[in-house]
């Protein structure tokens, strides 16, 4: 199975800052299928980006997806307070899907 | 809307069997895939398995295989998730979430989710 690694594990960051998170694979993700999600404290995720760049519905222009292959990119141009959470990866190329361990964007 | 409502918490004892919903509105329940994905307490999420509804063809993680069993209700557009014999290991939040259209589709992006069951075995 693929494995997924994201990091930073935790981001330190202030309202208006830019975040970069990471999501790097042990094989190359069959057709960029690379999604990413959001999960705040107590709630279930939400689909943010799938096919590694494109925006799900109602999610705001300031989340964008990048990368192919094994390296993945979720940035987040400028942190409204809502955004601090936990980012998770998930690979949807081959089976099993897999996801990633998480990448918490916390208050500075 | 396309909403996914879970049935609500369980407190079992170990050895009790159990069996969580999924109940899906505001889509073509027969035509999507249902995932099922694990979040134990703290940690981070891993898909169980997948459910075709139109003609129930399913899918397991190899780490969930045999473990437990996807089903699903046509009529009343119902997945479940059921366990025969739950262990103190099976304590964590379980979400049921859309998967692709169509049957072809192996492997799925999942959206929307469900709101979760907590699922807590203890003795």
């Known amino acids: 199975e693929i494995v997924l690694t994201q990091s930073p594990g935790t981001l330190s960051l202030s309202p208006g800052e830019r975040a970069t998170l990471s999501c790097r694979a042990s094989?190359?993700?069959?057709?960029?299928?690379l999604a990413w999600y959001k999960q705040k404290h107590g709630q279930a995720p939400r689909l943010l980006i799938y096919?590694?760049?494109s925006r799900a519905t109602g999610i705001p222009d300031r989340f964008s997806g990048s990368g192919s292959g094994t390296d993945f990119t979720l940035t987040i141009s400028r942190l409204e307070p809502e955004d601090f959470a936990v980012y998770y990866c998930?690979?949807?190329?081959?089976?099993?899907?897999?996801f990633g361990q998480g990448t918490k964007v916390e208050f500075k | 809307e396309v909403q996914l409502v879970q049935s609500g918490a369980e407190v079992k004892k170990p050895g009790d069997s159990l069996k969580i919903s999924c109940k899906s509105s505001?889509?073509?329940?027969?035509?999507?895939?249902i995932g099922w994905v694990r979040q134990m307490p703290g940690k981070g999420l891993e898909w169980m398995g997948t459910?075709?509804?139109?003609?129930?063809?399913?899918k397991y993680s190899p780490s969930f295989q045999g473990q437990v069993t996807i089903s699903a209700d046509k009529s009343i557009t119902t997945a479940y998730l059921q366990w025969r014999s739950l262990k103190a290991s099976d304590t964590a939040m379980y979400y049921c979430?859309?998967?692709?259209?169509?049957?072809?589709?192996?492997?799925?992006?999942?959206?929307?989710w469900g709101q979760g069951t907590l699922v807590t075995v203890s003795s």
């Open positions: 979430a859309r998967g692709s259209w169509g049957s072809s589709p192996n492997t799925h992006r999942f959206d929307p």
């Open positions: 505001g889509y073509s329940f027969t035509t999507y895939w």
């Open positions: 459910i075709y509804p139109d003609d129930s063809n399913t």
């Open positions: 094989e190359s993700v069959s057709s960029s299928y």
């Open positions: 096919g590694a760049s």
């Open positions: 998930q690979q949807y190329g081959s089976s099993p899907e897999t």
